[in-house]
């Protein structure tokens, strides 16, 4: 795909002020809960989290096809939506408006909640094994909703906002207390930058991004299979 008409550094810029939000306000939601000494409770983070993506995509996907999330991201370059150079960029803002989210946060509300960074806190020896596969299973959960509402449905962009929105929105309730439920990279390196590496970062890189692309390898296969079919 050599002109891909996503290519614009307007859509970068989008897709980096897309990336501030989504940090700012799922992050942000995890440190109000520390600074008022859990009262908000975990509900607000989901709510938080998924109101937040739902907003972003309904309103950037007509421009940048929403994103804001580097898994995504490395889907639409596997399935030819987007360029390399496109996709490059796009992850380069994303990072960076979640790194500036992250230290908005800690100047803006203080060191709270290690800054809202999603940690492993498991009770078990194998504490970080266990966070990475469920952050791969999440992540994976989060895919199929993608793939089969954009990509094999091809449904409107307010109805793939919404599904997206509120299984992040459950995700978060159900396991925002046991890892954080990131289910994106950049959820976790802003807050991560700022809080001076708390640790398990590689998780919430790693876990999600290979969710995403294994389920998609998954859509693939079956893809060409009936294709062949036919």
Do not use: W
Not at 118 to 123: A, C, D, R, V
Not at 168 to 177: K, L, P, R, S, T
């Amino acid at each position: 795909m050599k002109n891909c008409k996503y290519s614009k550094l307007s859509n970068y810029i989008l897709e980096g002020v897309g990336s501030f939000f989504l940090v700012l306000f799922a992050a942000g939601a995890v440190m109000s809960n520390a600074f008022y000494n859990g009262s908000i409770g975990q509900l607000m983070g989901g709510f938080s989290s998924g109101l937040i993506l739902f907003i972003l995509i309904s309103s950037l996907g007509k421009y940048t096809r929403g994103h804001v999330n580097p898994a995504v991201t490395l889907i639409e370059l596997r399935l030819g939506y987007i360029g390399k150079k496109t996709a490059f960029f796009y992850i380069i803002s994303q990072i960076i408006g979640s790194i500036f989210a992250g230290y908005f946060l800690k100047f803006t509300i203080g060191n709270y909640a290690a800054i809202g960074a999603n940690l492993p806190l498991l009770k078990s020896n194998f504490n970080y094994l266990l966070s990475f596969f469920t952050e791969f299973i999440l992540s994976a959960l989060l895919a199929i909703v993608i793939i089969r509402v954009a990509y094999i449905e091809k449904l409107s962009l307010n109805f793939l906002a919404a599904s997206c929105g509120l299984l992040v929105c459950v995700e978060v309730i159900v396991f925002g207390a046991i890892t954080g439920a990131a289910m994106n990279p950049i959820r976790a390196i802003g807050p991560h930058f700022a809080a001076d590496f708390p640790g398990g970062l590689l998780i919430y890189i790693f876990g999600p991004t290979l969710g995403f692309l294994f389920m998609t390898e998954v859509y693939i296969f079956f893809r060409n299979k009936i294709n062949i079919k036919k």
